[in-house]
């Protein structure tokens, strides 16, 4: 018997647990650590900080969705790991430690925004990098709106995170315009590049800019933030920029305190240094994927920080695991790009494809960004229950009150 232990109920360590959990003998346990009672996919938090999230549909519950998987979800948070012993030291919601042995350790908890080291950052900004982040936002927001006055918010970083977030407060401050107690939103997005999504083709960020301004998002560029107060930014050449709510998305890196964790090695940004297979440097027991990991490939790149390598890592992942556990050795994993998509707002979207020579637009990518979800959730719950997920939001759109 092997105890497989999975750190992280995000996209990929939901989809490994799920894979695993259907896939392993009867007598091998699989346990997934994470401290949410519920799966929220990631590239939708700016919906659930904006409030036009969907949770009864597109959400799960990791309790009964393990039982019907195969796996064990364990609520607690990883603290430590004790290598020599094979135990993963952790805590739970009551604030007591405990020790769970493994045979297997997968970790993919992700990453977390890096403020790098600003002034008055993590006191005065809000964050998108876990559901409790995303719904306090909501909670901020919500009572913004209701506040019936002109207000502010400034959004730094003008990646994927902070413009699709930009787009969303937009779109619903637009749609309460003919309510006179509802707040007008002023959506200021500051990057220290010299365009939007700087890491993207030129035509993709041109393209973004474009239907940002028509959504009249005032995009400030060529900007960096020097330090943050109650309500203000201040800019690196002494410019002041006002705000009733801030929020911070620019760079990620791994939690601090992941760095060298177990004696594990670690690069700059906290990520885990591991081989092709995934299997951490300093020990072929403990795995990593993910924003969380480094990993490389044979051509000396490293796998970048997107939604889509880390779902087709963890597939690799959960196939190579169940391969090993019947004595066949781990096969690389091997990276190709599908591109890019990044919605802005719900009925507009911009995707590249074909190694960023095509760049597309439009509601039909939009339609493709929502394609990407349910992928994920046929993954995590088979094509049953995704098909009739899909046919209840129809439904669910057609007669609810408008």
């Known amino acids: 018997m092997s105890r497989i232990v999975i750190v992280g109920g995000g ?3 939901l989809e490994i647990a799920s894979l695993l959990g259907r896939s392993v003998n009867r007598q091998d346990e699989v346990i997934l650590v994470e401290g949410e009672t519920h799966h929220y996919w990631k590239p939708r938090f700016h919906e659930i900080a904006a409030g036009t999230f969907d949770s009864d549909l597109d959400s799960l519950c990791y309790f009964s969705h393990g039982a019907k998987n195969g796996y064990m ?3 607690a948070w990883m603290t430590d790991i004790k290598r020599e012993d094979k135990q993963l030291v952790v805590r739970k919601p009551n604030g007591e430690t405990d020790a769970i042995e493994y045979d297997y350790l997968v970790i993919a908890i992700g990453a977390i925004s890096n403020d790098f ?29 209701r506040s019936g006055q002109e207000r502010s ?21 637009a749609k309460l ?22 890491n993207s083709p030129l035509k993709m960020s041109q393209q973004a800019q474009k239907r940002l301004e028509e959504y009249q998002v005032n995009i400030i560029l060529n900007t960096r933030i020097a330090s943050v107060e109650a309500a203000r930014m201040t800019t690196s050449d002494g410019k002041v920029l006002a705000a009733d709510v801030q929020f911070w998305a620019a760079g990620i890196k ?43 490939q044979a051509d000396g790149t ?14 690799h992942l959960a196939k190579n695991l169940v391969a090993h556990l019947e004595g066949k050795p781990l096969k690389p994993f091997v990276y190709k790009d599908g591109g890019m998509v990044v919605a802005i707002g719900h009925n507009f979207a911009i995707s590249t494809m074909l190694n960023d020579r095509l760049v597309l637009k439009g509601r039909l990518v939009r339609r493709l960004y929502d394609t990407i979800f349910r992928l994920h959730q046929k993954t995590v719950s088979g094509l049953f229950t995704m098909s009739r997920l899909i046919i209840i939001k129809r439904l669910k759109c057609i007669f609810k009150p408008a």
């Open 11 to 13: 996209a990929a360590g």
């Open 73 to 75: 979800h364990y609520q």
């Open 117 to 145: 080291a600003t002034l008055g950052v993590q006191e005065h900004c809000l964050f998108l990098d876990t559901p409790e982040q995303a719904r306090d936002s909501w909670h901020q927001i919500s009572t913004l709106l």
């Open 153 to 173: 918010i400034n959004i730094v970083g003008a990646g994927a995170t902070g413009l699709e977030l930009a787009a969303e407060l937009a779109k619903v401050s």
């Open 177 to 198: 315009a003919k309510n006179p107690y509802a707040a007008k939103l002023n959506i200021n997005l500051i990057e220290a590049a010299d365009r939007v999504l700087p």
């Open 254 to 296: 791994a939690p601090d305190w992941l760095k060298n964790i177990g004696g594990l090695q670690s690069n700059n940004a906290n990520q885990l240094m591991v081989e092709q297979t995934l299997a951490t440097t300093a020990d072929s027991s403990i795995f990593s994927l993910g924003d969380c990991a480094a990993i490389p």
């Open 302 to 315: 490293q796998v970048p920080p997107k939604a889509q390598a880390a779902n087709r890592a963890a597939v």
